[in-house]
């Protein structure tokens, strides 16, 4: 009996943890994001991908000593019930400081590419703390 009890008790600390490391999930309307330093969070943005268009982390990129990308994936169905796909776009927070994420949506995505028809812009001020 102690046994499962102590392994029910490893189960359960197992789900806290997981929980509390996994990354926070900020939206297109989060433009203010406060995290502490070794803190994993994504940003999540409406992706269709049919259209051509594809989200970057556009220039001027985040201050690296202080925010650092690490890739981004497409999620079917998203967050909310109904949804179309989204792309999550992965950070890792470094050490204490303030900068700026920018994401593009783009085609071409090169030089000019926030000029282009249809390009959209998203900027999130992220504070490491």
């Known amino acids: 009996m102690i ?3 102590i392994a029910a008790l ?3 600390l197992h789900s806290v943890f997981s929980q509390l490391s996994a990354p926070r999930i900020y939206d297109a309307d989060d433009t203010e994001i406060a995290v502490a ?3 994993r969070f994504s940003v999540q943005v409406d ?4 259209d051509g268009y594809r989200w ?3 220039e001027p990129r985040p201050d690296p000593a202080v925010v650092r990308a690490t890739g981004s994936r497409v999620v079917p169905g998203g ?3 109904g949804s179309g796909p989204v792309r999550r776009l992965g950070f890792r927070a470094v050490r204490p400081g303030r900068t700026d994420v920018r994401l593009l949506r783009c085609r071409r ?4 590419a926030a000029d282009e ?3 959209r812009s998203l900027n999130f001020r992220v504070t490491v703390g």
């Open 79 to 81: 967050a909310r019930a």
């Open 56 to 58: 970057i982390i556009a």
């Open 10 to 12: 490893l189960i359960a």
């Open 109 to 112: 995505c090169g030089t000019g």
């Open 37 to 39: 330093p070794g803190d």
């Open 3 to 5: 046994v499962v009890a």
């Open 117 to 119: 028809a249809g390009a």
């Open 47 to 50: 992706d269709e991908g049919t």
